[in-house]
């Protein structure tokens, strides 16, 4: 890679990766609560329901915290049957009341065997054969294991069986495993190790990077948020998923950036 272009992701990182990122946000939510499986709960329903304005999604995110009365975990451990009509109404986007009821029974089914979400997405997975692509096709696999589930839920979670770039999922394992003493991303998982995450190929990552050169023009899919991921570990290995906020930071920063502004940066040639 360009060192220029290191330099430039170096240095939008350290001015991203700070905690005035959190307020507008997603992460924002699983901040609200000090405890671990509050930060999971909302960590991982927040970052599925990360498609649209940001202000529709923390608005949505908080209005699941009120049904569940302001302490999800502790709701989901005990809810009835009858508890649950109060979600009748909820829904964001394609997102509706039988999916919400699925993520609730399913999170219900998993928190009274486990203590922590980690489990969830380290089925199958080891230090001998640390794969993080296996992991989130388990975790599919493990997510809708019950008799009732419905095409449309299925729609909610991605996979890279299928292609996709999972970037939900990815910017949410970003949140629970990166580990920095910058006070964003919480650092609480340990199986799994940050060189292993993907960076979360969104539409914002995806254009600085193409601007950048750093990958190609291509349809989002899984094998290009693993190449991009790469290619950013030739600026850290251990830790290349940070770059997500240099890259998301660009691209809300320069909206209408172009490759001309790489000037700036000492770029005189990107190459073919």
Same mark, same amino acid.
């Given at each position: 890679?360009?060192?220029?272009?290191?330099?430039?992701? &170096?240095?939008?990182?350290?001015?991203?990766?700070?905690?005035?990122?959190?307020? #507008?946000?997603?992460?924002?939510?699983?901040?609200?609560?000090?405890?671990?499986?509050?930060? =999971?709960?909302?960590?991982?329903?927040?970052?599925?329901?990360?498609?649209?304005?940001?202000?529709?999604?923390?608005?949505?995110?908080?209005?699941?915290?009120?049904?569940?009365?302001?302490?999800?975990?502790?709701?989901?451990?005990?809810?009835? &049957?009858?508890? /649950?009509?109060?979600?009748?109404?909820?829904?964001?986007?394609?997102?509706?009341?039988?999916?919400?009821?699925?993520?609730?029974?399913?999170?219900?089914?998993?928190?009274?065997? #486990?203590?922590?979400? &980690?489990?969830?997405?380290?089925?199958?997975?080891?230090?001998?054969?640390?794969?993080?692509?296996?992991?989130?096709?388990?975790?599919?696999?493990?997510?809708?294991?019950?008799?009732? *589930?419905?095409?449309?839920?299925?729609?909610?979670?991605?996979?890279?069986?299928?292609?996709?770039?999972?970037?939900?999922?990815?910017?949410?394992?970003?949140?629970? *495993?990166?580990?920095?003493?910058?006070?964003?991303?919480?650092?609480?998982?340990?199986?799994?190790?940050?060189?292993? /995450?993907?960076?979360?190929?969104?539409?914002?990552?995806?254009?600085?990077? &193409?601007?950048?050169?750093?990958?190609?023009?291509?349809?989002?899919?899984?094998?290009?948020?693993?190449?991009?991921?790469?290619?950013?570990?030739?600026?850290?290995?251990?830790?290349? *998923?940070?770059?997500?906020?240099?890259?998301?930071? /660009?691209?809300?920063?320069?909206?209408?950036?172009?490759? =001309?502004?790489?000037?700036?940066?000492?770029?005189?040639?990107?190459?073919?």
């Amino acid at each position: 890679m360009n060192s220029a272009i290191g330099e430039l992701l &170096e240095k939008k990182f350290n001015q991203f990766n700070q905690t005035s990122f959190i307020e #507008h946000d997603p992460i924002s939510i699983p901040h609200l609560f000090s405890d671990q499986a509050n930060k =999971e709960i909302m960590g991982f329903w927040t970052a599925i329901l990360s498609w649209g304005q940001r202000k529709t999604i923390l608005n949505k995110a908080h209005e699941l915290i009120d049904l569940m009365d302001g302490n999800p975990h502790q709701f989901i451990l005990g809810f009835q &049957e009858t508890d /649950l009509k109060r979600f009748e109404n909820f829904k964001h986007r394609t997102f509706q009341y039988p999916d919400t009821l699925y993520f609730l029974h399913f999170f219900q089914r998993h928190y009274q065997k #486990h203590n922590s979400l &980690e489990t969830a997405f380290t089925i199958g997975f080891s230090d001998e054969e640390p794969n993080i692509e296996k992991a989130l096709n388990n975790f599919y696999t493990y997510f809708f294991d019950d008799e009732w *589930v419905l095409n449309r839920t299925k729609k909610h979670i991605s996979r890279p069986a299928s292609k996709s770039a999972c970037k939900r999922i990815c910017m949410f394992l970003r949140w629970m *495993v990166r580990k920095d003493n910058m006070g964003v991303d919480f650092g609480i998982w340990n199986k799994i190790e940050p060189s292993q /995450l993907i960076c979360p190929l969104d539409v914002h990552v995806q254009r600085q990077a &193409e601007l950048l050169r750093i990958i190609p023009e291509k349809k989002p899919n899984w094998q290009l948020a693993v190449d991009l991921t790469n290619e950013l570990k030739t600026l850290d290995p251990h830790d290349p *998923v940070k770059y997500d906020f240099a890259l998301f930071g /660009l691209g809300i920063e320069y909206k209408n950036w172009g490759i =001309e502004e790489l000037g700036n940066w000492g770029i005189e040639e990107l190459g073919n």
